[in-house]
């Protein structure tokens, strides 16, 4: 992958007309940046920008210095500004804060805004092939992207439908439990008052005839007692 574009202090005098009072913030800066030292070139790079805040170069600049850092936010930030700032002739150093843009958007994980950036930056400078490389590899992300959401989709409605379906069981089961109720209720005879009332009856004349057989049988089984004549 192309690296990040660090535009020395001799190109942006040759490119760009800038105010002399950011540029020894911009050179201390670029030797802090090609040391490694990147939060020290940042804290350079903002005091440029103080001093002209619409600099492309500082902006350019510090966006790289804060993609070091891995603060991808800021350098995209950073480079959008950057690209916004550039004048009609100079569509060559701008296609590089656009290179760098998309490599910032991959870091991200921002596929499809990599992909617009890189295509941007080709549009700009047809030449590049290291711009046209990352062109074909973040597409290849954005479509491994775009197919993991797929399945993750897929795997997220199939788990719903299988709670739905687990919701809905017990409900099923007490429906079916009522419907047994009313059925029995249903089923069950319907006797009228007088109905009622005449088999109360019938029970009362069978137990006054067993009582009164009972009492027959007791008086048979008691002896008679005859008197002697002496």
């Known amino acids: 992958m192309k690296s990040l574009i660090l535009i020395s202090g001799l190109v942006l005098i040759c490119t760009f007309s800038y105010g002399q009072k950011e540029n020894p913030f911009i050179r201390k800066g ?22 002209a805040p619409a600099s492309a170069k500082s902006n350019f600049n510090l966006g790289n210095a804060l993609y070091r850092q891995e603060n991808y936010e ?6 959008i500004n950057a690209a916004g700032l550039f004048k009609p002739n100079e569509q060559v150093a701008k296609a590089g804060v656009l290179h760098n843009l998309g490599n910032t958007y991959l ?6 805004e990599s ?9 700009l400078n047809p030449d590049d092939e290291d711009t046209r490389y990352n062109l074909a590899y973040a597409r ?14 897929q795997n997220n409605d199939k788990q719903d439908d299988q709670k739905d ?35 109360l009856q019938a029970l009362k004349n069978d137990e006054q005839k067993t009582l ?7 008086v048979k089984a008691v002896p008679s007692q005859v008197e002697k004549d002496w």
């Open 115 to 123: 992909v617009e950036a890189y295509k941007q930056a080709l549009r």
């Open 165 to 199: 379906r687990e919701n809905q069981q017990p409900r099923q089961d007490q429906s079916d439990q009522q419907d047994q109720k009313d059925q029995q209720q249903q089923q069950k005879p319907q006797i009228s008052k007088q109905d009622a009332e005449r088999m």
């Open 74 to 79: 800021e350098a995209e930030q950073g480079f």
């Open 107 to 112: 870091k991200a994980e921002k596929y499809q």
């Open 212 to 218: 009164d057989k009972v009492n027959k049988q007791k």
């Open 30 to 51: 670029n030797k802090l940046y090609e040391n490694g030292k990147y939060k020290e070139a940042e804290i350079d790079y903002r005091k440029a920008m103080e001093a």
């Open 140 to 153: 290849r992300k954005l479509m491994q992207q775009q197919q993991q959401q797929q399945q993750q989709q």
